[in-house]
T-cell receptor, first 115, second 116 residues
Framework: NAGVMQNPRHLVRRRGQEARLRCSPM?????VYWYRQLPEEGLKFMVYLQKENIIDESGMPKERFSAEFPKEGPSILRIQQVVRGDSAAYFC?????????????FGPGTRLTVT | AQKVTQAQTEISVVEKEDVTLDCVYETRDTTYYLFWYKQPPSGELVFLIR??????QNEISGRYSWNFQKSTSSFNFTITASQVVDSAVYFC?????????????FGQGTILTVHP
């Protein structure tokens, strides 16, 4: 049973480019969370999605960041016009449907470097 | 914001020593969940334990044990007879209860280094 998959594992972008980070949840999981870990800091919640719905985006920066979790395919975190401050590790987590365990299972992360 | 505080930024011990990682949380919720995650040097996050607010029993799993004290809003983690492989960043986290879902609020993490 494959775990949460994230790709790419490492991503380098120049300032002003777009970054697309993908997350495939564990099989049977329909809830996806994105977290960001800035250097020397803990993880900060960004957004929580279910299939085709954004449930909580209280941690998303107001500009340049967007997320989706379509009916088919992975969840995508999109950062437009990246800046140096976006350099961080971005983690995706998934959890199973209601009635099952409450844990969030994390992927290996995508390390974004903006040059 | 209801914070999670891990006051120890870094801890360094020698192999076989016992070590306790502190975690203090703030909450206005009646029901909530507490977690510990481990982030080894390879970078992934590994789930260690979940504790419900209504269950104050301490838990032991091998060399790991957790002490949950609601009266002091603490959820401390002890590693007995530490090993070099325990070297990692450890995060404490909290989630509001009431539903099965919701965001985790993490502490800043404690970097544990176990020397041979």
């Amino acid at each position: 049973n494959a775990g949460v998959m994230q790709n790419p594992r490492h991503l380098v972008r120049r300032r002003g480019q777009e970054a697309r980070l993908r997350c495939s949840p564990m099989k049977g999981h329909s809830h996806v969370y994105w977290y960001r870990q800035l250097p020397e800091e803990g993880l900060k919640f960004m957004v929580y999605l279910q299939k085709e719905n954004i449930i909580d985006e209280s941690g998303m920066p107001k500009e340049r960041f967007s997320a989706e979790f379509p009916k088919e395919g992975p969840s995508i975190l999109r950062i437009q016009q990246v800046v140096r401050g976006d350099s961080a590790a971005y983690f995706c987590a998934s959890s199973p449907p209601r009635g099952a365990s409450y844990e969030q299972y994390f992927g290996p992360g995508t390390r974004l470097t903006v040059t | 914001a209801q914070k999670v505080t891990q006051a120890q930024t870094e801890i360094s011990v020698v192999e076989k020593e016992d070590v306790t990682l502190d975690c203090v949380y703030e909450t206005r919720d009646t029901t909530y969940y507490l977690f510990w995650y481990k982030q080894p040097p390879s970078g992934e996050l590994v789930f260690l334990i979940r504790r419900n607010s209504f269950d104050e029993q301490n838990e032991i799993s091998g060399r790991y044990s957790w002490n949950f004290q609601k009266s002091t809003s603490s959820f401390n983690f002890t590693i007995t007879a530490s090993q070099v492989v325990d070297s990692a960043v450890y995060f404490c986290a909290r989630r509001a209860g009431g539903t099965s879902y919701g965001k985790l609020t993490f502490g800043q993490g404690t970097i544990l280094t176990v020397h041979p």
